[in-house]
């Protein structure tokens, strides 16, 4: 009996060390610093004063993007997915989520388990090695009359630098 276990271990271990590892992507590789850049969110449904949770869809451009040991990479685009909990008094929503980015070289880079702040004068986007910040370009106004009526369901703002792999 104990050879039958053993035999079936042995198969067991030759199996997983067989297996290919994952492809490998930017994250994995590289050192990338993004300058510039655009957010766009949607919230659904929309914050208003009373707290709740809104599902979080929001994508995005990575402008000028510089990589020393990758020089072909110089720009991508951004989408996460999130759901998050807040109010029109701050912050408007924070939560987690899924960050997917695509790089202009055709590699990707992927954080299960991002997490994601939107306040009203700026965001940010966080996950592992990664660091997104910018500040919003919706109107104050625009922002206070939505939260007053219908709520809160969309958000520009201008990314200031994002960070891959970077201290």
């Avoid at 909990?85 to 987690?96: E, S, V």
């Amino acid at each position: 009996m104990r050879s039958l276990i053993m035999a079936g271990v042995l198969v067991l271990a030759a199996g997983l060390s067989a297996t290919p590892a994952a492809p490998a992507t930017a994250a994995a590789e590289v050192t990338i610093t993004c300058h510039g850049g655009s957010f766009n969110a949607k919230l659904n449904p929309g914050v208003t004063f009373k707290r709740a949770t809104s599902q979080i869809t929001g994508n995005g451009e990575l402008g000028v993007c510089s990589s020393e040991q990758n020089k072909k990479i110089t720009g991508g685009v951004f989408r996460i997915v999130a759901s998050g909990t807040g109010n029109c008094l701050g912050p408007l929503t924070a939560g987690h989520g899924r960050l997917q980015i695509a790089w202009n070289d055709g590699t990707t880079t992927e954080a299960p388990q991002a997490s994601i702040r939107i306040e009203t004068n700026r965001f940010s986007i966080e996950a592992g090695n990664m660091r997104l910040s910018g500040r919003a370009t919706t109107s104050p106004i625009e922002l206070g009359t939505q939260c007053l009526t219908s709520g809160f369901t969309s958000y520009t703002g201008a990314v200031d630098i994002f960070t891959l792999g970077a201290n």
